[in-house]
């Protein structure tokens, strides 16, 4: 029958187990602690590298492409590095962009950009997300938050289903829909 004042191997693995399971809650419970307020992000400096997928509505694979991004004061660099070298610049006053090395060309003017409030949505900016976009918060797999932002702007409603913005302590990932069916998804790397 074994010794009553020393636990059997079953009762202690079981013990062992429920330990487990209490310690996984309070971690779970505590990274979610951890997560910010994402209507609370402001714009975040400095350099991450991503990963972007384009799915095209009647193309049957996605186009995947890597690069950098940088985030200088009210300056986005965007570059994609593979498959083909592009320097994507945002600003307020207008958008230009460089391919395999050639002279920037201006590509639109910062005003739709600054107006519709995607320019404070691509540098992680969601303080003002509210004014542009109907907010709607879910919780995420990982105990962090996921937005899905549809466009108030009838204009910007015509090209733009809504964007998904996911993460924690920073913006993780974003999902932008089109109306056309087309959609571009980019992860952050670091």
Do not use: H
Request: charged share 20%; aromatic share 4%; net charge positive.
């Amino acid at each position: 029958m074994g010794n009553p004042a020393r636990p059997s191997r079953k009762a202690r693995a079981l013990s062992g187990l429920i330990a487990l399971a209490i310690a996984s809650v309070v971690a779970i419970e505590a990274a979610s602690a951890q997560c910010v307020d994402p209507l609370r992000l402001g714009v975040e400096q400095g350099e991450a590298q991503f990963r972007q997928t384009r799915r095209i509505k009647g193309v049957a694979n996605p186009l995947v492409s890597t690069g950098t991004m940088a985030i200088r004061g009210d300056v986005l660099t965007w570059r994609v590095r593979e498959p083909v070298d592009i320097v994507t610049t945002i600003t307020p006053t207008g958008v230009t962009q460089s391919i395999d090395g050639a002279a920037p060309q201006r590509m639109a003017s910062g005003g739709a950009f600054e107006q519709s409030g995607l320019l404070r949505l691509v540098t992680g900016d969601l303080s003002q997300v509210e004014r542009n976009y109907v907010v709607a918060r879910a919780p995420a797999a990982n105990g962090g938050w996921r937005l899905t932002m549809t466009p108030k702007d009838a204009q910007l409603a015509r090209f733009l289903t809504n964007v998904e913005v996911r993460g924690c302590t920073r913006v993780d990932g974003v999902l932008v829909r089109q109306t056309d069916g087309d959609s571009i998804e980019l992860e952050r790397r670091s």
